[in-house]
């Protein structure tokens, strides 16, 4: 089914917002909070309409508000956020939708560059508007970024061993049960990248307001969260199609999809939920301690599996 991947990134920004409605709500449910409602009860008609759109109506807003650019900001400031985009967009053509993507030979390197490139954009339009909170914000993705890309590189590219290929669409299965090791790291990985606490220090709200993104507004901030929105969609649906995949083709294929989807999406938010945030130096020393520890035996345990086992 590749011939109609795309429509890929259409599903990924409508999944995507159910996605982020379900991390709001988890996290205010552990929280004893009551979060974004899914029936309006009717006493409530007239003052909360949220329900499930509740992150769509969100960046509806922020689109709808005018745009302010810093004195000191350059042309990257505003080409950042584009181009972020651009890539999040082009990554969900690689990433498989009950069996829908482009299925390129080449797919998962491809697919490293594009979530790389994404996030070096977000860093180079937040460091452009010549905030210090930016800075600061861009210096610990980057520590983050160079202590993670590695063990999650090592995690996915296990698989390749395995299956020997570099096709996302060749290398789908249940392989939490034959490479739990490249499992654990990839999951990690993806903690990470979409700052999820402890990770969500480079944009620590009670330190550096909002990092990277403090200076944004208006279209550009939309643009950044309609970003995050396909990011959340594109890394979760990865790790459910690396690793909780049972082949299955029809309408069955597209239940074990989003049911792979909505299990890693939950474990997310009761990781986000339970846990506090690192500090930047407790943070890359971790990674650098045990999910590259793992990414390692991930490595062996799949060459293991494919020449000696």
């Given at each position: 089914?590749?011939?109609?991947?795309?429509?890929?990134?259409?599903?990924?920004?409508?999944?995507?917002?159910?996605?982020?409605?379900?991390?709001?709500?988890?996290?205010?449910?552990?929280?004893?909070?009551?979060?974004?409602?899914?029936?309006?009860?009717?006493?409530?008609?007239?003052?909360?309409?949220t329900?499930?759109?509740?992150?769509?109506?969100d960046?509806?807003?922020?689109?709808?508000?005018?745009?302010?650019?810093?004195?000191?900001?350059?042309?990257?400031?505003?080409?950042?956020?584009?181009?972020?985009?651009?890539?999040?967009?082009?990554?969900?053509?690689?990433?498989?939708?009950?069996?829908?993507?482009?299925?390129?030979?080449?797919?998962?390197?491809?697919?490293?560059?594009?979530?790389?490139?994404?996030?070096?954009?977000?860093?180079?339009?937040g460091?452009?508007?010549?905030?210090?909170?930016?800075?600061?914000?861009?210096?610990?993705?980057?520590?983050?970024?160079?202590?993670?890309?590695?063990?999650?590189?090592?995690?996915?590219?296990?698989?390749?061993?395995?299956?020997?290929?570099?096709?996302?669409?060749?290398?789908?299965?249940?392989?939490?049960?034959?490479?739990?090791?490249?499992?654990i790291?990839?999951?990690?990985?993806?903690?990470v990248?979409?700052?999820?606490?402890?990770?969500?220090?480079?944009?620590?709200?009670?330190?550096?307001?909002?990092?990277?993104?403090?200076?944004?507004?208006?279209?550009?901030?939309?643009?950044?969260?309609?970003?995050?929105?396909?990011?959340?969609?594109?890394?979760?649906?990865?790790?459910?199609?690396?690793?909780?995949?049972?082949?299955?083709?029809?309408?069955?294929?597209?239940?074990?999809?989003f049911?792979?989807?909505?299990?890693?999406?939950?474990?997310?938010?009761?990781?986000?939920?339970?846990?506090?945030?690192?500090?930047?130096d407790?943070?890359?020393?971790?990674?650098?301690?045990?999910?590259?520890?793992?990414?390692?035996?991930?490595?062996?345990?799949?060459?293991?599996?494919?020449?000696?086992?």
């Amino acid at each position: 089914m590749t011939g109609i991947f795309w429509i890929n990134p259409v599903i990924a920004l409508c999944t995507g917002i159910f996605l982020s409605f379900l991390l709001r709500k988890l996290n205010a449910r552990i929280q004893s909070r009551r979060g974004p409602v899914i029936r309006v009860p009717p006493a409530w008609r007239d003052i909360n309409r949220t329900k499930i759109l509740q992150p769509l109506y969100d960046i509806l807003k922020l689109f709808s508000k005018s745009t302010f650019i810093p004195e000191k900001a350059s042309p990257f400031f505003i080409m950042g956020p584009v181009m972020a985009l651009v890539c999040a967009v082009l990554a969900t053509f690689f990433v498989p939708i009950a069996g829908i993507s482009f299925d390129y030979s080449f797919g998962l390197v491809v697919l490293f560059y594009l979530l790389m490139g994404e996030i070096l954009c977000v860093i180079v339009g937040g460091v452009a508007s010549g905030s210090l909170f930016a800075v600061i914000g861009g210096v610990r993705e980057i520590e983050l970024m160079l202590t993670n890309e590695i063990p999650f590189i090592l995690g996915t590219f296990a698989l390749a061993i395995s299956y020997n290929t570099l096709s996302v669409s060749e290398m789908m299965g249940f392989n939490l049960v034959t490479n739990p090791f490249a499992a654990i790291v990839v999951f990690l990985s993806i903690l990470v990248k979409l700052h999820i606490k402890p990770f969500d220090i480079s944009d620590a709200e009670s330190e550096i307001v909002s990092g990277l993104t403090t200076e944004y507004s208006g279209k550009l901030l939309g643009t950044l969260e309609v970003t995050k929105l396909m990011m959340i969609f594109v890394l979760v649906a990865l790790f459910a199609d690396l690793f909780l995949w049972v082949p299955s083709s029809g309408i069955i294929a597209w239940l074990v999809f989003f049911a792979g989807v909505g299990f890693t999406t939950v474990l997310i938010g009761l990781v986000h939920s339970l846990f506090g945030r690192f500090r930047i130096d407790q943070a890359t020393w971790w990674l650098l301690k045990v999910p590259l520890v793992i990414s390692v035996f991930a490595v062996v345990w799949a060459a293991m599996w494919r020449y000696v086992l």
